[in-house]
């Protein structure tokens, strides 16, 4: 860990700090057992297609990291893993390097290690189009994930306290950039309303970041000096909520789920729940600060045990995972009664 004190160090560091596993909504979803699986463990495919990239797997390493000289190494670590696990990867938000040049290879260097690889960019929503073309061109990157952090800003004892020129920064980004673009939460989870806004300026991927995992708000509230928010950790909604809310109101774009998964169960919970990919973020930052080589066996191995979940359910393909017979219980029951989800 590095002994300077830096927004972007103490991010990382807090989120590790804050780490645990289990409780999560994912708990709250019970596949049905069916005892003839109907297929066999060589037939089943983890390709996933969309945004034209070459995705061979269903989960992703998420933004986490850049903007300083040790979470430049962080992001060296992770694209270590991204490019012998062949997964996608996104870097932190790259806001640090336009204001200050002398951070761009700390986000960079996730390029060079994996000249290859599917890499995001990631930019926040009080950016204009301006911003965005050179996010892109910083990494080369094949999209650029646009992050809506309110809660996260208003804890943050230097954040943004102006929002209202959100939506017309991302019309704009979507409408203007040659790059996919994936708008994201952080944490915070989303609502149907949020999804369907989002559909109507013309946004074709959404991660809902839902409530379960990495607490931005909790690490803004340790962060502050003065007077603390304590009552804003609790907010926002799970990320089996916010998949119930997207998969119900969300007609052409592609929803992807972060928030909490730990575990190839959850991985394969979330893509039954409507998402074609699952991103993790601190699950993976808590496996690679320890051991870069055993988390990519690791991952390696969650591959095989996707498949293995897949087989038993009978899904040949992610997009047969949604077709899956699914139980919903507990806290996720009744936010589907009291939002009037089917
Ligand atoms: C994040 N996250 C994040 N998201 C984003 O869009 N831009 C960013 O710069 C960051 N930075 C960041 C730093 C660290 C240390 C962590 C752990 C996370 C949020 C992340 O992408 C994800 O949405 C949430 O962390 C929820 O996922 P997990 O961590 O519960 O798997």
């Given at each position: ?12 560091s ?8 289990g409780d999560?909504s ?35 390493i ?20 991204a ?6 990867m996104?870097?932190?938000s ?27 960019a ?11 073309k050179?996010?892109v061109d910083?990494?080369?990157?094949d999209?650029?994930?646009?992050h ?10 230097e ?23 994936i708008v994201?939460?952080v944490?915070?989870g989303?609502s ?7 559909e ?11 409530k379960?995992?990495t ?31 997207a ?24 893509l039954a729940?409507?998402?074609s ?43 047969d ?22």
């Open positions: 860990m590095p002994k300077t004190n830096n927004r972007k160090n103490e991010h990382v807090l989120s590790e700090k804050f780490y645990k596993e999560s994912f708990k709250d979803i019970a596949f049905v057992h069916h005892s003839f699986p109907q297929c066999d463990v060589k037939d089943i495919s983890l390709d996933v297609s969309m945004l034209d990239l070459p995705f061979t797997s269903p989960f992703f998420n933004a986490m990291s850049g903007g300083s000289t040790w979470t430049g190494k962080v992001n060296e670590k992770l694209a270590v893993i490019r012998e696990t062949n997964l996608a996104a870097t932190g790259v806001s640090a390097a336009l204001k200050d040049p002398s951070q761009a290879d700390t986000f960079q260097i996730v390029r060079k290690t994996n000249p290859n690889g599917v890499v995001f990631n930019l926040g929503a009080g950016h204009g189009l301006e911003n965005a050179r996010a910083l990494l080369d990157a999209a650029l994930q646009i809506l952090n309110a809660p996260q800003e208003i804890v943050m004892p954040g943004d306290r102006e929002f209202s020129d959100w939506i017309e920064n991302i019309q704009s980004i979507v409408e203007g950039l040659d790059r996919p673009v994201k939460e944490g915070f989303m149907r309303e949020t999804v369907q806004l989002l109507s300026i013309g946004v074709k991927l959404i991660d809902i970041s839902g379960g995992g607490n931005f708000a909790q690490i803004e509230n340790y962060r502050r000096k003065d007077f603390k928010l304590d009552d804003f950790e609790a907010w926002g909604q799970s990320t089996v909520a916010s998949l119930l809310e998969q119900e109101s969300v007609s052409q774009a592609s929803l992807i789920a972060s928030g909490g998964i730990r575990r190839p169960m959850e991985i394969v919970k979330a729940l409507g998402a990919l699952s991103g993790l973020s601190s699950q993976i930052m808590h496996m690679a600060l320890d051991d870069v080589d055993q988390t990519i066996q690791t991952l390696t191995h969650w591959k095989e045990e996707i498949k293995r979940i897949m087989t038993l359910l009978g899904a040949k393909t992610i997009e995972l949604k077709k899956t017979d699914i139980i919903i219980t507990g806290d996720s029951a009744e936010w589907c009664e009291a939002r009037a989800i089917d």
